[in-house]
């Protein structure tokens, strides 16, 4: 809006209706917009899938689901539970996590409405063993259903914390997951789950096969092809496998032993609490939470490809599910549920993020219940299969937490925050220390991701101290606009760690916004600029001495940039108030304002 010099009063809106220009240009480029499908997806969140598509599709995610019972199977074991007790557990949480998953992917008041897949929960084993040991099944399914309950009441709680749980929290929850995952995967992979410190070769080779198949597929094949990566990967490794002879020791006799077809064994819960137990479920329960949200939000991202924040509705009903889930599970004795990563990194591979995916496979696995042999004949998929798919998981996991955490501009504080984090769940990846920890508090430092995610937390909080929410400067006549509210709305950023297209929209806005008023005589002295930065806002506010502006309701003509001050004021006003997701003028205090609001 700088007049030109030596230019007559009629040319002088030349320079300003180039600038507005530019202007248009950004505000056809930020709508409010929808949810933007991305590219590479071959089958959406809402989207119909084909019958021979749906029926694959579902039976992959229905199939590396039910894989996760070798961890009750591993409890049961550990405690010498006879065979018709394991037969009972297995088959009551193949019962629950089926409904659970049909829940989780319905269009419902409880469920997420995302492709998400309950499972076994591994980072229940330390409490299920305990319990098992202290009071047998009775005793599990009580502590079962506390932590259900328990979920049902944090579920109420989950949105406000959205503050506690920004981006790059979240982002190292999910990197660590794949860490987490990393290990295990690995041990099957090479054959060091048995207890060997020697690779097996035969194991190496089946593993890389599988990968090599799911890789290659979901890379180099036609959208038609890939859908079907990871059972394509599978099945030929697990034919591999049984060429080679690798097969899980005693599984003949196992499966044997178990009917083809029988009516679920369901049990009530003993109604007792061992107060012993008590901090290992307040973990497990916490531990659930941060599972939620790191799966929500990659699938989030997975449906959209301009992805700003996380849903925490979506994550509030997640939770519920996971706790009416967990409920019916200490109901019927079933073991502790939760959500399933590997079915994040299967979405991935088959490009197919779509629910009624998931709401099939609920409906398979449900189904399964009823056939205790094919329970029993799906934990016995050779260890190194299983290490191939868990390894193409962690792969996804590991690049999508990285880029979660670098969605956001990273001050010093965030840099320390996401570093010392993922270092201290290496540390417990890497070195020997988990058994020197007392016993309540061994489930909270059993993984990488339960350590990384609890640092990051508690450094987010710790390092919030000293950070201003807001602040501001003061422009003069002589302030050039653009430069000084980029560098101040860049130094914030940093600051606050806001997003950076956030940051990048408001910097132009708010420019013209301070070019306004002070080269159209419309502030009769300084103006005061200050910003405020809440997790779901970036507010900047103007405060001047003069008249409050007034926008045209209707868009003007471009002949108003060639009349009088005001017409142009108008018209700037007008334009103001489209770039950004909402503004206001009017006064505070006293002094006119113009608070442009920007959602993060």
């Not at 240009?25 to 949810?35: A, I, S, V």
């Not at 009551?92 to 929960?121: E, K, N």
């Not at 190292?172 to 054959?191: D, F, H, K, Q, W």
């Not at 009903?317 to 079933?334: C, D, E, F």
């Amino acid at each position: 809006m700088t007049p030109v010099p030596g230019a007559s009063p009629a040319k002088r809106p030349q320079g300003l209706l180039n600038r507005l220009r530019r202007l248009v240009m950004l505000e056809h480029g930020t709508p409010h917009r929808p949810r933007r499908r991305p590219p590479a997806l071959v089958f959406g969140l809402e989207d119909k899938v084909p019958a021979g598509a749906l029926i694959a599709l579902s039976g992959q995610h229905a199939m590396l689901a039910l894989t996760f019972l070798i961890y009750p199977l591993v409890a049961a074991s550990q405690v010498g539970l006879s065979q018709p007790e394991t037969n009972a557990v297995l088959t009551a949480c193949t019962l629950c996590i089926g409904i659970a998953t049909m829940l989780q992917c319905a269009r419902s008041r409880v469920g997420s409405g995302y492709l998400i897949v309950h499972v076994p929960s591994p980072g229940a084993l330390p409490l299920a063993i305990q319990a098992l040991t202290l009071g047998g099944v009775g005793l599990m399914a009580a502590m079962t259903l506390l932590v259900g309950v328990s979920q049902l009441f944090i579920a109420r709680i989950v949105r406000p914390l959205r503050v506690l749980l920004p981006p790059e929290v979240c982002g190292v929850a999910v990197t660590t997951l794949g860490i987490s995952l990393a290990e295990p995967a690995l041990r099957r992979a090479l054959g060091l789950d048995r207890g060997s410190s020697v690779v097996d070769d035969n194991a190496l080779i089946v593993s890389l096969v599988t990968v090599a198949l799911i890789v290659g597929i979901a890379i180099f094949t036609p959208r038609r092809i890939k859908i079907f990566a990871v059972l394509i990967g599978a099945s030929s490794g697990w034919a591999l496998a049984a060429w080679l002879g690798i097969e899980q020791p005693g599984g003949a006799a196992l499966l044997a032993s178990a009917p083809l077809v029988a009516l679920p064994s369901l049990h009530l819960p003993a109604f007792e609490i061992a107060p012993s137990l008590l901090p290992l479920a307040a973990l497990s329960v916490m531990l659930n939470i941060v599972d939620v949200l790191s799966i929500t939000v990659s699938l989030e991202k997975m449906n959209d490809a301009e992805w700003r924040r996380a849903d925490m509705r979506a994550a509030s009903r997640a939770v519920t599910t996971s706790g009416i889930g967990n409920v019916l599970n200490g109901l019927v004795s079933g073991f502790q549920s939760g959500l399933s990563s590997s079915a994040v990194g299967l979405a991935f591979a088959t490009g197919a993020t779509a629910r009624i995916i998931g709401f099939v496979a609920g409906a398979l696995i449900f189904a399964t219940a009823f056939f205790p042999k094919a329970i029993v004949a799906l934990t016995l998929i050779p260890a190194p299969v299983v290490g191939g798919i868990l390894i193409y998981t962690t792969a996804y996991l590991l690049v999508a937490g990285m880029e979660l955490i670098l969605s956001r501009r990273l001050s010093e504080r965030r840099v320390f925050l996401v570093g010392l984090s993922i270092l201290a769940a290496l540390s417990v990846a890497l070195l020997p220390i988990k058994g020197q920890f007392p016993g309540w508090i061994q489930p909270l430092v059993s993984t990488p991701m339960s350590v990384g995610a609890f640092c990051a937390i508690v450094l987010n909080l710790i390092f919030r101290i000293g950070i201003s929410q807001e602040s501001g400067f003061t422009a003069g006549l002589g302030t050039d606009p653009y430069p000084t509210m980029r560098d101040f709305l860049e130094r914030q950023g940093d600051l606050w760690g806001a997003r950076r297209d956030v940051i990048a929209a408001a910097i132009p806005v708010g420019a013209q916004a301070l070019e306004l008023l002070l080269e159209n005589s419309i502030a009769t002295g300084e103006v005061e600029v200050r910003a405020r930065f809440d997790e779901t806002h970036l507010d900047v506010f103007l405060l001047y001495d003069g008249a409050v502006l007034e926008p045209p309701k209707a868009r003007p003509s471009p002949e108003a940039l060639l009349g009088d001050d005001a017409e142009v004021a108008a018209f700037c006003a007008y334009m103001i108030q489209k770039l950004s997701d909402h503004v206001t003028f009017g006064q505070s205090s006293g002094r006119a304002r113009i608070a442009l609001r920007f959602d993060h």
